[in-house]
């Protein structure tokens, strides 16, 4: 089975444009997760969709957003691009049992961004 | 919100050298996970703990849950080994609340 894939892996960007990361899930896995990694504040979780819908949110501004399709494949999206906002971006997916509020998440390689 | 602390920060073993990685959480928890990250970034899985041991080859987990800790144990460490060691545990739902890291370092 293959494992969370996500594109674009590495990404140069300038401050003020915006940008769009992509995550596909692995198979039979609806729930997908998007965490930002930076030295200076560890791993941070941004956002969950769970069949499209946003489940869960963290404390990110609302220049962060994200969607998921109907196969699961979800996006993350981000405006306006600061300096801050250069980071590791990490996307996992987990399988949801019912009765479970939380399940083994399986992580993606990251889209490394760099804003200039 | 959930509280997690992993130690030791910084590790630096010779090859061969067993070691023992510590992971305190601040409230209960039904799992727990264990994640290598290796030098290109990606989050590799070791273990889904919630209690209990678990053994995947030198690597081993105990989590006891009732005191709020886990520990991760490497036996004859390898250069191979060395990352950074996440203990993650769920904070809202299925949001993982990920402790700041062990960074190992096996040298030859």
């Known amino acids: 089975k293959a494992g969370v894939t996500q594109t674009p892996r590495y990404l140069i960007k300038t401050r003020g444009q915006q940008v769009t990361l992509s995550c596909s899930p692995i198979?039979?896995?609806?729930?997908v997760s998007w965490y930002q990694q930076t030295p200076g504040q560890g791993l941070q979780f941004l956002f969950e969709?769970?069949?499209?819908?946003?489940?869960n949110k963290g404390n990110f501004p609302g220049r962060f957003s994200g969607r998921q399709f109907s196969n699961s494949r979800s996006e993350m999206n981000v405006s306006t691009l600061e300096l801050g906002d250069s980071a590791l971006y990490l996307c996992?997916?987990?399988?949801?049992?019912?009765?479970?509020?939380?399940?083994?998440?399986?992580f993606g390689p990251g889209t490394r961004l760099t804003v200039l | 919100g959930i509280q997690v602390e992993q130690s030791p920060p910084d590790l630096i073993l010779q090859e061969g050298a067993n070691s023992t990685l510590r992971c305190n959480f601040s409230?209960?928890?039904?799992?727990l996970q264990w994640f290598h990250q290796n030098p290109w970034g990606q989050l590799i899985n070791l273990f889904y703990?919630?209690?209990g041991t678990k053994q995947n080859g030198r690597l081993s987990a105990t989590t006891v849950a009732t005191e709020r800790y886990s520990l991760l144990y490497i036996s004859s460490s390898q250069t191979t080994d060395s990352g950074v060691y996440f203990c993650?545990?769920?904070?809202?739902?299925?949001?993982?609340?990920f402790g700041a890291g062990t960074i190992l370092r096996v040298k030859s």
């Open positions: 996992a997916s987990s399988v949801i049992r019912s009765g479970r509020a939380s399940n083994e998440q399986f």
């Open positions: 198979s039979g896995h609806r729930s």
């Open positions: 969709y769970f069949s499209e819908t946003q489940r």
């Open positions: 409230d209960s928890v039904n799992n």
């Open positions: 703990i919630p209690s």
């Open positions: 993650a545990v769920p904070g809202d739902g299925n949001k993982l609340v």
